[in-house]
């Protein structure tokens, strides 16, 4: 029986995770679920699961929490410092499924643990970067990518970076993978967030619609796969097929295959170094006949620029990187700024924002409060 903790469990990644724990009651037992403010989902999925414990970021919805679990055994809690001693629990296998660097700490308590921990939340390792992999090394946690397209390559890759040429991570590119620039400046958030083949959270569809995800997922490439920055690309790939390739030295290419659903890579880490069933759609490539692959566009896409800039870099960049775009992003959504603002507003604060590498998670989290405040300055700028 393993044990097992969701952070972010009323999610994309998080209900996603749920129904797979769910369909094998005699494989896994539910440590903790977390979430910010749904405390209707995840009250219910606490109940349904038995979980240990349920906690509530948002610490003002814990006495609705505590009435919505009246009568069940499952323990309350709320606060988002509830979330980081969840994580500290010590599931065997936690999914870190948080979005955004709200993540960080709960991630880094997992990973104190030396346990198996499923990495969703790409933003904490972009900003934290070799703090959070010095951190599950020391420990003796293994860090599971979750993200398909890291997935696949921890699926194709041979230890030996030295025998790895390429590491290629396919884009879908989006919504917009066609259109000219100047027709994407007045998109509204509710395009954006229509991804052509995966359904996901908010945050990161308005990510893959600007590219800045497939930047993020350079930077998290870098930190998972110790190739080096000159050897990670990009090619897009519409069909969301092939989730991402190795290519080896000899010339050999290890791919990665499956329907585009979350399902596949989160079973594939919660049941490694085993394998369990899902009830997943099979690839079927007869019925889908073609698969397309180009080059990526990073003119029309300044975000996936700034991102591999920032990867390049180094240093406190990615985190500054993210914090902009988490605050961009967010203001977009709430229709503060447009759709190519947000690029512009990365690079604003990017420009004038450039505090020396972060050394402690102290650090991060001074820099990306420090980079929110340069965005918000930046957007002002952008609205007036
Ligand atoms: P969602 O927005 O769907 O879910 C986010 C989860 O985090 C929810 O449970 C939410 O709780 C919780 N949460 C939000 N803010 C906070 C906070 N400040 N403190 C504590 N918990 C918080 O996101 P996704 O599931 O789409 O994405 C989660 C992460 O996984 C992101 O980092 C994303 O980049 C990554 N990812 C997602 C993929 C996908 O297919 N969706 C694919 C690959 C990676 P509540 O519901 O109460 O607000």
Redesign the pocket.
């Known amino acids: 029986m393993r044990s097992v903790t969701i952070l ?7 209900t996603a995770t749920l129904d797979l724990v769910e369909r094998e009651p005699d494989r896994f037992r539910v440590e903790a679920l ?5 405390v209707a ?1 995840l009250a219910a999925a606490a109940r349904r699961t038995r979980a240990a414990v349920a906690v509530i ?1 948002d610490e003002s919805r814990l006495g609705e929490l505590r009435n919505a679990l009246m009568g069940s055994d499952v323990e309350a809690a709320g606060g ?1 410092d509830a ?1 980081v001693e969840a994580a500290a629990r010590g599931a065997d296998w936690t999914m870190a ?4 660097l ?2 960080l700490r709960p991630t880094m308590a997992a990973l104190a643990r030396g346990k198996a921990v499923g990495l ?4 904490s390792l972009v900003s934290a970067g070799a703090i959070m992999t010095d951190a599950a090394a020391r420990a003796g946690a293994t860090l599971l990518p ?3 397209e890291h997935n696949a390559v921890f699926q194709c890759y041979e230890r030996d970076p030295a025998r790895v040429s390429r590491i290629v991570l396919t884009a879908s590119g989006g919504p917009f993978r066609d259109w000219p620039q100047e027709r994407m400046r007045s998109v509204t958030p509710a395009q954006a967030v229509k991804h052509p083949n ?1 359904s ?5 569809s308005i990510d893959s619609a600007t590219m800045m995800n497939k930047g993020l997922e350079l930077i998290e490439a870098f930190h998972l796969f110790p190739v080096g920055a000159e050897r990670l690309d990009v090619l897009v790939h519409p069909q969301s097929v092939v989730h991402s390739m190795v290519e080896y030295v000899d010339g050999s290419v290890l791919a990665q295959l499956g329907s585009p659903d ?1 399902r596949v890579p989160i079973a594939h880490t919660l049941a490694w170094p085993d394998r369990m069933a899902t009830p997943c759609q099979k690839l079927d490539l007869a019925r889908i006949g073609r698969l397309d692959f180009g080059a990526p566009d990073f003119v029309r896409f300044p975000a996936l620029a700034l991102a591999r800039a920032a990867l390049e870099a180094g240093g406190a960049r990615p985190a500054v990187l993210n914090a902009a775009n988490e605050a961009a992003v967010a203001a977009f959504l709430g229709g503060r700024i447009g759709f190519l603002d947000i690029a512009d507003t990365v690079a604003a604060v990017l420009d004038r924002f450039d505090p020396a590498a972060p050394v402690n998670l102290e650090d991060v989290v001074a820099i990306d409060a420090a980079a929110r405040i340069g965005a918000e300055e930046a957007m002002e700028r952008v609205a007036a």
């Not at 972010?8 to 998080?14: E, H, I, N, Q, R």
């Not at 977390?34 to 749904?38: D, L, Y």
């Not at 499924?97 to 955004?100: D, E, F, N, S």
């Not at 969703?120 to 933003?123: G, I, L, P, S």
Request: proline share 0%; charged share 15%.
């Open positions: 972010g469990a009323t999610g994309s990644v998080g977390t979430a910010h403010r749904n989902g970021g988002a979330i499924a948080i979005v955004g709200a993540g969703a939340n790409k933003e979750v993200d398909s995966w996901m959270g908010a945050k990161i979350m």
